[in-house]
């Protein structure tokens, strides 16, 4: 098995998981905060799927699919395009509000088709390739995409969390 395939596999696993958490939601649950202090499903995913996009688009020097694909225009959010949800306050967290499951799954499977796309042509020298210098040490290219599947992976978890949750109230 080489590197490009493991990372494949966690992406998928992502991606399966995501699906789990989302779909069949009406806005209403997708939206719902179990108090002022937590994450909705909708912002979860949302903010997942934006740091994923961030982040492969800058280490493959290629556009976020959230501004070249028009997706900012679509969610129509009260918040900046350049917003990823990174440090969010909770007022910031209430901003983020989705009309439907399908458009939050469909902005995190274009972005989940890019990564791909990005993944297959991997080799394993690639994943040494520095991307960031601004750290000590300095950030590869296999180092941020563990960082990637890791908050993902945290991320829908917990939104799969909320919506059992959700499901039983």
């Not at 995501?18 to 179990?34: I, P, Q, W, Y």
């Not at 997706?71 to 969010?88: M, Q």
């Not at 990005?118 to 210098?133: K, N, S, Y």
Request: without cysteine; proline residues 3%.
């Amino acid at each position: 098995m080489h590197s490009k395939d493991v990372l494949t596999d966690a992406f998928g696993r992502i991606h399966e998981t995501v699906h789990s958490a989302v779909e069949d939601l009406s806005a209403e649950e997708l939206n719902t905060r179990l108090n002022d202090d937590s994450n909705s499903i909708a912002w979860l995913i949302w903010h997942l799927s934006r740091v994923q996009d961030d982040h492969i688009s800058d280490g493959f020097h290629t556009d976020q699919v959230w501004l070249a694909d028009g997706w900012a225009d679509r969610f129509d959010l009260a918040l900046p395009p350049s917003d990823t949800g990174y440090g969010h306050s909770d007022k910031q967290v209430a901003k983020v509000q989705v009309p439907s499951a399908e458009l939050l799954l469909g902005y995190f499977d274009a972005v989940h088709e890019r990564t791909l796309a990005h993944v297959a042509g991997l080799t394993d020298a690639d994943l040494d390739q520095v991307i960031d210098d601004t750290w000590s040490p300095p950030v590869t290219l296999g180092v941020r995409l563990v960082s990637v599947i890791s908050d993902d992976l945290q991320h829908s978890g917990q939104a799969a969390y909320v919506r059992g949750i959700l499901e039983r109230l």
